[in-house]
Structures are given as structure tokens and as C-alpha cells.
């Protein structure tokens, strides 16, 4: 059993920033923390505190994601609530998060809850991996190219990955370990992200309904749509068009 005293104590090497805070702050593109069981941060690397637009990490501790963040915070401090009660843990969840300056990043996510005396007063520890933006990425990887280009030409379409992959000649297998190599997802994944990027421009630069733009994404179910959304976003789709909206005024 692991003693997690050591994200919590304020010691280490004579310095007033724990040993995780000093390893983690290495690593521009994780975010990383620590929440007791109020859900209020006890530990934040500097990534975090930066995606907040908070020049000093230490104003984050003793604070819920609510208090930090906008609409999506309170949506995030009830799940962590929920999961902190329940226990166990959440691993590699997709999540498009709005930066301070509203510029929209994507994230595999990961929780865990940890409890004891070993844990102090930690209840809850996660990091967020910024992921490459895909349209950023994908066109240096010849053996995907075509692949990527259909998805993101045709996402607005009902699409099944496997019949796509059969399209391009990849097994499935190596479909998924090419995907999760270059990108750190599945292609199942890559087409929520796809969908999710369209439904936000939308959202952004026109002013189409969500029943308009559930079909546009590829989408029968406007229920179905508006959970994905939710799910990946933590906003409704109407919180995040008002929240953008809001942001430009």
C-alpha cells in the first residue's frame, strides 16, 4: 500500500512545494491534483492554474472546481462528490475543456479515490492529458491520412467504425493500436471529438438551433446528442453557446 502523505505534506527538499507538485510541473501538457473530501484542491501543478488563468497555483488550494472554473466546474465538483462517496475511479475519459481565454483543449481524464490513514487528507487524486489537436496531427501520419480525412469529412454522417476501417483495409486491431500510438485514443474517440468540435463551431458561429445542428453532427437522438455533449463538454449544449456568447461581450 502507498503512502500518499507525500502529495499532501508541505516538505520537501527544504522547499514549500510537495514532491508531486515539483513532478508534475515539469509536464506542460498534464494536469494534475489533489482534492479532499469536500472536493476543494489540495494540490494543483502549475498546468492546471494556467488552464484556470491563475497566475499563482496557491490561490487554486482550499477552492472547489466551481469557484475556479465556470459552468462546466459545478457539473465536474458533483461527479467528483459522487465518485469521492462512492469510490473507485474513472480512466481515460474524453473531455473538451474551455480555457480562460475560451480556447477549447481536449483531455483524457483519469480519477481515483483514495482512502485510509495512508491518503492524510487527500480523498481524491486525477491528472488531464492535453491531447495534440488532431487537425494538427494526423496529416503527418501518412498510414492514417485517409482514414482521418473521411472521418472528418463525414462526421456529420451516421458512421460505423468498423465498416470504415474495412473501407481503408485495417483490421480493427490495428486500427485501434495505430490510433492509440499517434494519439492516445480509439477511433471511436477521435469521431466523439470530431462531432463535439463541430456541434461547438456551431454553437459559436451560427445561430442554428441544437435540434438543427443534432443532425448536422451525425446524430438521430437529440437526447443522445445533448448526453455526448454534456459528457464531453460538461456544459449543455444552450450553457456553452451562452457562456461563448458571454465571453465576447
Not at 494536469?31 to 484542491?41: L, M
Not at 467528483?80 to 473538451?96: H, P, R, Y
Not at 481503408?168 to 490495428?174: A, N
Request: with cysteine.
Amino acid at each position: 500500500m502507498i503512502d500518499l502523505k507525500f502529495l499532501t505534506d508541505l516538505s520537501c527538499s527544504g522547499t514549500n512545494l510537495t514532491l508531486a507538485e515539483q513532478l508534475f510541473d515539469l509536464l506542460p501538457d498534464v494536469q494534475f491534483f489533489v482534492k479532499d473530501r469536500e472536493a476543494r484542491y489540495l494540490v494543483v501543478n502549475q498546468t492546471i492554474a494556467d488552464h484556470a488563468g491563475i497566475a499563482d497555483k496557491r490561490d487554486m488550494i482550499g477552492r472547489t472546481c466551481e469557484e475556479v472554473f465556470l459552468n462546466p466546474g459545478v457539473t465536474i465538483s458533483r461527479q467528483d462528490l459522487q465518485l469521492i462517496e462512492k469510490g473507485g475511479s474513472v480512466l481515460n475519459a474524453l473531455e473538451m475543456c474551455l480555457s480562460s481565454s475560451r480556447q477549447r483543449k481536449w483531455c483524457l481524464s483519469s480519477k481515483y479515490t483514495v482512502q485510509g490513514v495512508l491518503a492524510g487528507d487527500a480523498a481524491l487524486v486525477g491528472i488531464s492529458r492535453v491531447l495534440p489537436a488532431t487537425a494538427e496531427r494526423y496529416q503527418s501520419y501518412n498510414v492514417l491520412s485517409a482514414f482521418m480525412n473521411y472521418l472528418k469529412e463525414n462526421c456529420g454522417e451516421p458512421i460505423f467504425i468498423m465498416e470504415v476501417a474495412r473501407q481503408f483495409d485495417f483490421s480493427m486491431d490495428l486500427l485501434e493500436r495505430l490510433t492509440r500510438e499517434l494519439f492516445g485514443v480509439t477511433p471511436k474517440q477521435i469521431l466523439t471529438q470530431l462531432r463535439m468540435e463541430k456541434a461547438c463551431l456551431l454553437l459559436e458561429t451560427t445561430d442554428m438551433s441544437v435540434a438543427e445542428i443534432v443532425p448536422v453532427c451525425g446524430y438521430i437522438d437529440h437526447s443522445a446528442f445533448s448526453r455526448q455533449f454534456k459528457a464531453s463538454t460538461h456544459y449543455t449544449p444552450q450553457q456553452y453557446r451562452n457562456a461563448v456568447a458571454g465571453q465576447r461581450r
